[in-house]
C-alpha cells in the first residue's frame, strides 16, 4: 500500500506548498539534488557516495517526448539504464550498457522465450535510445534477474533488479566516466541548471575520480517518468572500520552549495543529503556536530515541524538500517564539520512532539536513487493543516 501511496503522490509533485515557520511558503520544484552516501557493512563491505540529479519534467532533463510516452505507455518496460559501471550485468566486462528491463510475461514458459520476448519489447526502442543519448549501442545478451540480497537490505522497488525483471543489454564500448558524463549531462541537462553549480558542479568534479561512474535512468510512472543522472564514488573496503562519518569527505569537498536554481523562493525540500548505514549488529547514532530537527510522529514517520530549520532527521536512529536526511532549511550551504556525526556512544536525546493523528498529508517529496543496479527507495513526509 505504501509504494502504491508513494509513486500516486508524484503525480501531484508540481505547485504543492504550505505556510510554516517565518510564514515563508514553501515550494516544491520537479527538479531535484540528492547527494547520498550509503555505508554497507553488511554485504559489499564498501561506501558509496553518490550525487543525484532527478525531475518529472522532460523540460529540466531533456528526453524526447515522443520516446518517453511510448517507453511509459508500454506496461511492460519497467526501467531504461545507460551506465559505464563496470560488469552492469553479470558476464558483462569493460563495456558501458543500455540495459532496457522489462517485466517477465508469465506466459513465456521456459529461458528461450523469455528471451526472445524481452528482446522483441527492447527492439522497438533501441534505435530511438541510441539516438537519444548520441549512442551506438548493440545487442549483448538478456538476463533474468533471480538475487534481491541488495534489494531486501536495502528496501528497494526492484525495478531495476530484483525477481520477474528481464534485462535486454545492449553494449559499446568503455567510455571514461568524465567524458561520458560531460556528454550525457551536456545532452539532458538544460544550460540554466547547468550554470546553477550546486551538486551538479560536485558531481562533475567527482566524474574525474579513478572510481567514479555514471549513470542515467528512466523509471516510467503512471502519467510521467521519473529521470535521474546519477554520478557515485566507490569506496571499497572502507565500511567496516568507519565509527567517524564526515559525509562531505566521501564527496571531496569541504562546503556543499545549493543551486541557484532554486534562487527564486524557498525550496527546502529539492536539495537533500541523505546518509544509510547497513550493520550486521545493532548501532546508533551519537555526537551529531549539526542540528538535529524537531520532529512529530505522523504515520510512523518522524516529520520536520519547521522546514526553515537546517539539521538532520534520523529515522530510524538505531538498528541494523540506520537512515538520516539533511535539510538545509534556509541555508544555502553547509560545511564540512557541519555533518559529521558517529555511530555508536551515548544515543541521541531526540526532539519531538507526542505522537499525533492527522486527517489530511501531503507526500512532498519522493527521491529514488539508483544504487549500483538496485533503486534504493527513500522520502520525506509532509503535511499541512
Known amino acids: 500500500m505504501r509504494k502504491k501511496i508513494l509513486f500516486l503522490s508524484l503525480i501531484t509533485l508540481i505547485g504543492i506548498s504550505a505556510d510554516y515557520a517565518y510564514s515563508q511558503e514553501v515550494s516544491l ?95 522497438l526502442y533501441i534505435d530511438e535510445i541510441n539516438q537519444a543519448f548520441d549512442t551506438d549501442a548493440k545487442f549483448n545478451s538478456v538476463f533474468l534477474h533471480s538475487n534481491d540480497e541488495l534489494n531486501k537490505a536495502l528496501e528497494t522497488s526492484g525495478v531495476v533488479s530484483g525477481r520477474g525483471i528481464v534485462s535486454a543489454i545492449y553494449t559499446m564500448p568503455m567510455e571514461d566516466t568524465n567524458s561520458m558524463y560531460e556528454k550525457i549531462s551536456v545532452i539532458l541537462i538544460p544550460k540554466i541548471i547547468r ?33 535521474q543522472l546519477k554520478l557515485s564514488i566507490d569506496y571499497p573496503n572502507k565500511a567496516s572500520t568507519i565509527s567517524e562519518i564526515s559525509p562531505l569527505e566521501f564527496l571531496k569537498v569541504e562546503n556543499l552549495k545549493r543551486s541557484n536554481y532554486f534562487a527564486s523562493g524557498f525550496y527546502p525540500l529539492n536539495s537533500i543529503i541523505q546518509v544509510v548505514i547497513l550493520s550486521p549488529e545493532n548501532t546508533n547514532v ?42 538545509f532549511g534556509d541555508k544555502l550551504s553547509v560545511n564540512k564539520e557541519e555533518l559529521k556525526f558517529s555511530l555508536g556512544g551515548t544515543q541521541l536525546q531526540t526532539i519531538q512532539s507526542e505522537k499525533i493523528e492527522f486527517d489530511e498529508s501531503i507526500v512532498v517529496v519522493i527521491i529514488i536513487s539508483i544504487v549500483s543496479i538496485a533503486a534504493a527507495m527513500y522520502y520525506l513526509k509532509g503535511y499541512k493543516k
Open 195 to 227: 550554470d546553477g553549480g550546486g551538486f551538479y558542479d560536485v558531481a562533475k568534479n567527482l566524474s574525474f575520480e579513478e572510481n567514479s561512474k555514471m549513470t542515467f535512468s528512466l523509471i516510467p510512472l503512471d502519467s510521467k517518468s521519473l529521470l
Open 29 to 123: 520544484a520537479t527538479f531535484q539534488e540528492t547527494a547520498q552516501i550509503i555505508i554497507d557493512k553488511s554485504i559489499s563491505q564498501k561506501i558509496t557516495a553518490s550525487i543525484t540529479l532527478q525531475s518529472t519534467s522532460i523540460q529540466e532533463i531533456r528526453i524526447p517526448a515522443e520516446l518517453e510516452q511510448k517507453i511509459r505507455e508500454d506496461k511492460r518496460i519497467k526501467a531504461i539504464i545507460l551506465t559505464n559501471q563496470d560488469q552492469c550485468i553479470l558476464g558483462v566486462v569493460n563495456q558501458s550498457c543500455i540495459l532496457i528491463n522489462v517485466e517477465r510475461n508469465p506466459a513465456d514458459k521456459g529461458i528461450i522465450a523469455i528471451q526472445d520476448s524481452t528482446k522483441e519489447i527492447a527492439e
Open 286 to 327: 551519537s555526537d551529531i556536530n549539526g542540528n538535529i530537527i524537531p520532529t512529530q510522529i505522523i504515520d510512523n514517520e518522524k516529520i520536520p515541524t519547521d522546514l526553515s530549520i537546517e539539521g538532520w532527521v534520523f529515522d530510524p536512529e538505531e538498528g541494523q538500517r540506520i537512515q538520516g536526511k539533511y535539510i
